[in-house]
């Protein structure tokens, strides 16, 4: 039982562009969201993240939202550039003193220049 | 600061084999955790150690298993190897408590091929 998905397992985008990575998830336990990026032959990379009491967070370019009672959240990438080209992880976990997190299965991003 | 360092970057075995991964944590980094990334699967936690302890174990089999020295360091032994077992296995670390306790700094991973 996947509870953590990303149902777009491919994305394009122009540079300069908006990118929007969506991500779904089924357990209402999950309090603390992450968003991690990889490269090819590379470990991810955590790149922003969101309590649930929060229904967004801003870094930079990225933004993550959390909608909650859709349980939906999503990654905003503003704008967008060559080396963001990647694969997006979207990740979950249950309580502060929880490490393990719930990933999806991805997303790979390309931005074209 | 290292990061979190993984031993061998790669390595080919047998069916039935068995195989040994290293993972060094970032200093100062109490809990260690492993993951399989397979293409079908993405990514899926295998345990995490804190202190010595194995704390949190992910649905696999018994072949799988792990333990943490007090240094932190951490191994990984998968034995009897199947073909299934071929994947890239991450190990990350990340502080014991507080904020940000979730974020957890990956190395670049063991990648397993199964002949």
Redesign the interface.
């Known amino acids: 039982d996947q509870q953590v998905k990303q149902n777009s397992p491919s994305l394009s985008v122009q540079e300069g562009r908006i990118s929007i990575l969506n991500c779904d998830y089924t357990n209402s336990m999950f309090d603390?969201f992450?968003w991690?990026k990889k490269y090819p032959?590379?470990?991810?990379?955590?790149l922003i993240?969101i309590s649930s009491i929060k229904d967004k967070n801003e870094d930079g370019r990225f933004t993550v939202f959390l909608n909650k009672s859709a349980k939906h959240l999503s990654l905003h990438i503003v704008p967008s550039q060559p080396g963001d080209s990647a694969v997006y992880?979207c990740?979950a976990?249950v309580g502060?003193?929880?490490?393990?997190?719930?990933?999806?299965?991805?997303t790979l991003l390309t931005v074209n220049p | 600061k290292a990061g979190v360092t993984q031993t061998p970057r790669y390595l080919i075995k047998t069916r039935g084999q068995q195989v040994t991964l290293s993972c060094s944590p970032i200093s100062g980094h109490r809990s260690v955790s492993w993951y399989q990334q397979t293409p079908g699967q993405g990514l899926q936690f295998l345990f995490e150690y804190f202190s010595e302890t194995q704390r949190n174990k992910g649905n696999f089999p018994g072949r799988f298993s792990g333990r943490q020295f007090s240094n932190s360091r951490s191994e990984m032994n998968v034995s009897t190897l199947e073909l299934g077992d071929s994947a890239l296995y991450l190990c990350a670390s990340s502080w014991a408590t507080g904020a940000g306790a979730n974020v957890l700094t990956f190395g670049a991973g063991s990648r397993l091929t199964v002949l």
């Open positions: 603390y992450l991690y032959a590379e470990g991810p990379t955590f993240s992880f990740a976990a502060g003193s929880n490490y393990k997190l719930t990933f999806g299965k991805g």
